[in-house]
């Protein structure tokens, strides 16, 4: 079974701290894509991952793959108010470019002064 | 372009009646996918086009769930003999022919009571 799976699903960080989110899939994808998604709207793109060893950085948030493990990682760095929303993970089913995309369960981040 | 949008933003409907939403891409965005996301879930995709011809459907959409995209630019779902189980956000992306990066749209939430 096709699966992609996240970890924590839910995460309470403190503003200033540090966390990392994982995100293990069953695919062969050689890419991965962050979303994120605000309570009742639509996906963000955060980042496309393209390849093995692709890391990118966006502010407070830097994501990573390695596909030999088939894991990525979204790291936040001294976390604000403002990161909290949900976050997801997504592969290419077929492992190919075609687009049918297999989203994790999401991880539901909360941050609290 | 302001990106992808969809239409109704919110429908309410009863049990055994037939919707249709609709979702315009990005312009110069030749692939168009649909998703539906249920509460606490990460989106599920459903089909996707290449233009004007419908590439993928997914064994979620039953005989009574139609996609259409007739001139290769926005894109129409239906849901016939809507069912309590079709409540859902229903969401729309877009992308370029390589597919890497998708961008969605506001969605569609239905209610079927």
């Known amino acids: 079974e096709l699966k992609v799976e996240q970890n924590p699903l839910f995460l309470s960080m403190q503003e200033g701290k540090n966390y990392t989110i994982y995100c293990n899939y069953s695919t062969t994808s050689d890419r991965l894509y962050w979303y994120r998604q605000d309570p009742g709207k639509s996906l963000e793109s955060l980042f496309v991952?393209?390849?093995?060893?692709a890391v990118k950085q966006e502010g407070r948030l830097m994501a990573s793959l390695d596909t030999k493990a088939r894991l990525s990682t979204l790291h936040i760095t001294a976390a604000v108010h403002d990161l909290s929303a949900t976050y997801f993970c997504a592969v290419d089913r077929d492992g190919g470019s075609q687009g049918n995309l297999i989203f994790g369960k999401g991880t539901k981040l909360s941050v609290k002064p | 372009d302001t990106g992808v949008s969809q239409d109704p933003r919110h429908k309410i409907t009863k049990r055994g009646q037939n919707v249709t939403f609709r979702c315009d891409p990005i312009?110069?965005?030749?692939?168009l996918y649909w998703y539906r996301q249920t509460l606490g879930q990460g989106p599920e995709f459903l089909t996707y086009f290449q233009n004007e011809a419908q590439l993928e459907k997914s064994r979620l959409l039953s005989d009574r769930f139609s996609a259409e995209r007739p001139k290769g630019s926005f894109s129409t779902l239906e849901i016939q003999r809507t069912e309590q189980g079709d409540s859902a956000m229903y969401l729309c992306a877009s992308s370029t022919a390589g597919g890497n990066e998708q961008f969605f749209g506001p969605g569609t939430r239905l209610t079927v009571l």
């Open positions: 991952l393209l390849s093995n060893g």
């Open positions: 312009s110069e965005h030749n692939r």
